[in-house]
């Protein structure tokens, strides 16, 4: 495999992405916002929670269902300061698992699709570009800027996070801690990768790019159960879940990855041109 | 020495036969083409010796390597025009063929300028080179998509339907090119069209093909010879009359002679013009005939492929 051919075909895709502003806008604006967003409800939220008689009051049932270990870091908090520090350092990690697969879902469903649709891709195909090097090619232009969007997201999240909680944690900036890091650098990258190998393979098999998207968005609803399990309490993501999660999302992409060249046929692909 | 060289190279759909144990051979340096209908069997043959899709049955060999065993070496010889212009219309002319330049291997970066200057020029785009492809007429994106199948240099071209779709001022211009470029470059090129006119004109020899079956191969004169037989004499006079054609009868080797009253023009069919003809105007003279005009009229290769896509 010539990670160089894969490259070329990245740079390809990404010159022809970025001249495309109904593609480029939702994938940055859009995260982007969340995370400016986020972080200001999480502080507004417990000033509400504390109101008896709001549905958000529901919030300390939750934080009972934590562990223990989590339990101990909360003492000697405000009600206010458990109520910002839970969600902003636990319920909400998840979520950034989630931009990375909204913002690439589209460049990834798109990835064969869409040259099927604009019947470009038989040119392509008749390159000397091997189907692994197109495959990770592919890969790359929808995982490259997901994970730059998803960064920056984190960048920004924890900023407006941080200057919004200096003054009720009396001057402590909560973030970035090693689980996030963990986070957005090494698990996010890896659900990323399996989301976006996945949708890959779709876009390969389907005939056009709505069809892809379509499906792609049922590789959602795993993201979802993780959201919900750190909501609920039967999921916290600390450092060692985050490493084990890791570890089993690479397999993951490995496996994908291998299955996906192996699935890919040039001939398949050519038959589904409309 | 073949460039390209197929045995019953044969394709199935299903239970459909697009190809049918199509065998065939291209010398190198040769200008071939495939004629035929839409639905033939081209595209699906030129696919097949591309490696984009796989044969059924038969065996292909292209520039001397096998189309099932070595599919990325023959993608590496091989320039291909498909179907489509598969142009990326959001890049520019020079993009487009920067990126297929570095994906057919062209990594020295002077040398892919040098050749993407040099075809942008050929094919009088080069002023155009930093718009955007969505911007170009037809007959334009058709030849940026010809110079990027020659952008390696390539010693073997397929050209699927060159000139399919476009008017007939662009249909020459790329005719032209292509004439130019045959000479100029001495690829092996194969030609799919259903143009009679870019066969006549660009190919050393035609293969007519028909369901999927070779019908008959031969350059466009001996397919004109075969298919339509052989040119006849036609003679325009100021005067006709009976004496005359009864006097052109006489002549031994004169088989038909039909007459054309309101022109004064006869049809006379013969076992080879190019030696009977001198005999034929002598008698017409003797006989008190004035002779306007003398040709031979040969069957046009489109009567010849109508005649025979018609008996097939």
């Avoid at chain 2, 002679?257 to 003279?285: G, Y």
Wanted: charged residues 20%; proline residues 4%; neutral net charge.
């Amino acid at each position: 495999m010539r990670i160089k051919k894969a490259m070329l075909v990245f740079r390809k895709d990404w010159r022809e992405i970025k001249r495309n502003w109904q593609v480029i806008l939702p994938i940055i604006v859009v995260p982007i916002m969340i995370s400016v967003f986020l972080p200001i409800l999480l502080t507004a939220i417990p000033s509400l929670a504390t109101t008896p008689g709001t549905p958000l009051s529901g919030f300390e049932a939750m934080i009972q269902n934590l562990p223990n270990h989590v339990q101990e870091q909360l003492a000697g908090m405000t009600e206010q300061q458990v109520m910002i520090y839970i969600m902003a350092l636990y319920f909400f990690a998840p979520f950034f698992l989630i931009i990375p697969l909204m913002a690439s879902s589209v460049i990834a469903s798109d990835s064969f699709a869409g040259e099927k649709e604009r019947k470009t891709i038989e040119a392509l195909l008749a390159t000397p570009i091997s189907d692994g090097e197109l495959f990770l090619g592919k890969m790359l232009v929808s995982f490259i800027p997901s994970m730059i969007v998803t960064s920056i997201s984190f960048l920004v999240y924890s900023t407006v996070f941080d200057l919004l909680s200096f003054s009720i944690f009396n001057g402590t900036l909560l973030l970035p801690n090693l689980d996030w890091f963990l986070l957005i650098f090494g698990l996010a990258p890896t659900v990323a990768l399996a989301s976006i190998g996945l949708t890959v393979m779709i876009s390969a098999k389907v005939k056009g790019f709505k069809e892809a998207q379509q499906i792609s968005v049922i590789l959602l609803i795993p993201i979802l159960a993780l959201v919900f399990g750190q909501a609920t309490g039967a999921i916290i993501f600390g450092p060692i879940v985050i490493t084990a999660l890791i570890g089993l999302f690479v397999i993951i992409d490995l496996a994908i990855f291998r299955t996906g060249v192996k699935l890919f046929k040039r001939e398949e692909i050519l038959s589904k041109i409309a | 020495m073949s460039s390209v060289e197929t045995n019953g190279l044969t394709r199935r759909f299903g239970s459909f036969m697009a190809v049918d144990h199509l065998s065939f051979e291209v010398k190198e340096g040769e200008v071939f083409g495939l004629l035929g209908p839409n639905g033939a069997g081209k595209t699906t043959t030129v696919r097949m010796l591309a490696c984009l899709i796989s044969s059924s049955e038969g065996s292909a060999s292209v520039g001397g390597y096998d189309i099932g065993r070595d599919s990325l070496k023959v993608r590496q010889i091989v320039g291909i025009l498909t179907e489509n212009p598969s142009l990326y219309e959001r890049l520019t002319a020079y993009e487009n063929m920067d990126f297929f330049a570095e994906a057919y291997g062209l990594s020295d970066v002077q040398e892919k300028r040098n050749r993407i200057r040099e075809l942008l020029e050929f094919f009088e785009l080069y002023e155009r080179r930093n718009n955007k492809v969505a911007t170009f007429s037809k007959g334009m994106k058709q030849k940026l998509a010809i110079a990027r199948a020659l952008v390696h240099q390539p010693p073997i071209l397929f050209l699927d339907e060159p000139t399919a779709g476009l008017d007939p001022e662009s249909s020459k211009v790329i005719r032209d090119l292509i004439e130019r470029l045959s000479q100029r470059e001495k690829h092996t090129i194969l030609l799919c069209t259903h143009h009679l006119e870019d066969a006549e004109k660009l190919c050393n020899r035609v293969m007519i093909i028909n369901r999927g079956k070779s019908v008959i191969v031969g350059s466009p004169d001996e397919l004109r010879d075969k298919i339509a037989g052989q040119p006849v004499l036609q003679v325009i006079l100021k005067n006709l009359n009976q004496k005359i054609i009864e006097a052109i009868k006489d002549v031994k080797q004169v088989k038909e002679v039909d007459v054309d009253n309101s022109a004064s023009r006869l049809i006379i069919t013969l076992d080879d013009v190019k030696s009977v003809t001198p005999e034929v105007v002598r008698s017409i003279v003797y006989a008190g005939g004035m002779v306007l005009s003398v040709n031979t009229l040969r069957p046009s290769l489109e009567e010849a492929y109508l005649k025979l896509v018609k008996e097939e």
